[in-house]
């Protein structure tokens, strides 16, 4: 799978569009807890993924289980609606990367810093603080942190602020070397 969470062309488009409206609405705050809820529930489920990604469920039958999630989930009525319009439009696949691009068009009006944490195993507390801290350093602000847990990157850490990448996950470093042995 790609990174689902990079926003393409079309991603963008839609995350400004939700932006406008939840400013418009007075409801940026809402909306974005629901995003994040969304986003932390996606990785959590299989059967959430599948939905988003898989080609044998229609645009209808995509919209119909976005509207079930945001209803079991209480989101806001606007939330509700644009998880059905993206996939009504045959852009679930570009879900996730809008909903990033919401997040961050969220923290710049708010004059926020976010960082993007991605861990084999969730983080104690002492070693979120530890992140946070270096981040912090290295930024000279104090980041709004999210957590995501994503086995498949074996060991390590990986940080996303903005367009920036810092990899230093053991699936990374496995296939670097795996490159430099083909090279040899």
Known sequence: MADETKATDAGQRYAQSLFELTIDNNQLTQVEADLKSLRVMVADSADLRRLIDSPAFTAEDKAKGFRAVAAKAGFQVLTAKFLGLVALNGR?????????????????????????VVTAKALTPAQLQGVSAAVSASLGKVPEISTLVDPSILGGIKVRVGSRLFDASLRSKLDSLKFALKRA
Do not use: Y
Request: overall charge negative; charged content about 20%; aromatic content about 4%.
């Open 92 to 116: 679930a696949g570009d879900l996730m990367g809008a909903v990033t691009a919401f997040i961050e068009l969220s923290a710049k009006h708010r004059g926020v810093v976010t960082a993007e």
